[in-house]
């Protein structure tokens, strides 16, 4: 008998009436993890800024598994009071939330700035994320086996918070602005982690990352020679699909024995592709002052409180 490498879908256990948030979810990433969730029971809520591709998403999974439990719901995390009516919302018409996967992003695009006037990449990629999981811990902490999934990139190496220029108005790098965001995801998951267990609280931290996988960030970044290398050329060639890419968050959401604060990423080589498995985060990254201090200025710019 072939012994099997590597941990798949198929492994992920049975997910009913387990409620779970995925933000991006009509495409990419966001899609490939919302299709293996219900297709092992799980109810999903696609939080998506354009209810009509988050539509046409269901009716796409629908269309292969007529019984999948769906439900799409606007949700624009730039927008900081777009993340609050969606939380008021949720609480509305949920009583708990079992898992919140932070999954949307954007990448490299020009710089402009969110409704709250904050960069645009940080605003989506982190101070969305970070308000929306402080709006709904209190749905999390009653949930069965809560958690949330943080989704980082092997480009957290690369950043760092611009905290003398976070906007980007003295020098914007749409790539250096990218990795900035994917840092503040990692630093994210792991303080929040950290705060978590102090407190005692039953959710887990987890972060993940999907190595080069083939979705439409590099398609949609401006038009230019990293559009050109990454995404006419290396997508094709060497990326990854997005229902492989989606394997280290789908493990970090459903594996019953994962531990909080560990990050997940592929096991192939620089951890570009691969089957699912703990990987390190950057020592800066878990750089404990370094997490204080992205903290308490996420805390000042989205105006929410928590742990």
């Known amino acids: 008998m072939t012994q099997q490498r590597h941990w798949t ?21 966001g899609l490939a993890t919302t299709r293996a969730l219900v297709r092992r029971g799980g109810h999903v809520i696609l939080a998506v800024r354009d209810r009509t591709k988050g539509h046409r998403a269901v009716a796409e999974i629908t269309a292969e598994q007529p019984d999948a439990s769906l439900e799409v719901r606007h949700l624009d995390l730039a927008d900081l009071d777009s993340v609050r009516a969606f939380a008021h919302q949720l609480h509305t018409d949920h009583p708990r939330l079992d898992v919140l996967i932070n999954n949307a992003g954007v990448m490299a695009p020009p710089r402009s700035l969110s409704a709250q006037g904050h960069e ?13 999981t402080g709006l709904l811990l209190d749905l999390l902490a009653v949930g069965h086996n809560p958690r949330v999934v943080t989704v980082s990139s092997v480009n957290h190496r690369q950043g760092r918070i611009h905290f003398e220029d976070l906007t980007g108005e003295r020098g914007y790098k749409p790539m250096a602005f990218y990795n900035q965001s994917k840092f503040a995801n990692a630093v994210f998951g792991r303080e929040l982690h950290r705060r978590l267990t102090e407190a005692g609280s039953p959710v887990r931290s987890l972060l993940a990352h999907p190595g080069y996988t083939a979705t439409n960030l590099q398609m949609s970044a401006p038009v230019g020679l990293w559009r050109v290398i990454f995404g006419h050329i290396g997508n094709p060639l060497f990326a990854q699909p997005p229902a492989r890419g989606a394997l ?19 096991d192939g080589p620089a951890e570009l592709r691969g089957g699912p498995k703990r990987v390190q985060l950057s020592p800066a990254a878990a750089d404990r002052e370094t997490g204080r201090r992205l903290w308490e200025l996420s805390e000042q710019l989205t105006d929410v409180r928590f742990v």
């Open 120 to 132: 645009a990449q940080f605003a989506c990629n982190h101070l969305g994320h970070f308000a929306l």
């Open 9 to 29: 879908a198929e492994q992920i256990p049975d997910q009913t009436e387990r409620v779970f948030v995925v933000t991006g979810a009509n495409s990419g990433l």
């Open 248 to 266: 280290p968050q789908l493990y970090a959401a459903t594996e019953p024995n994962v531990e909080g604060g560990a990050f997940i990423g592929p």
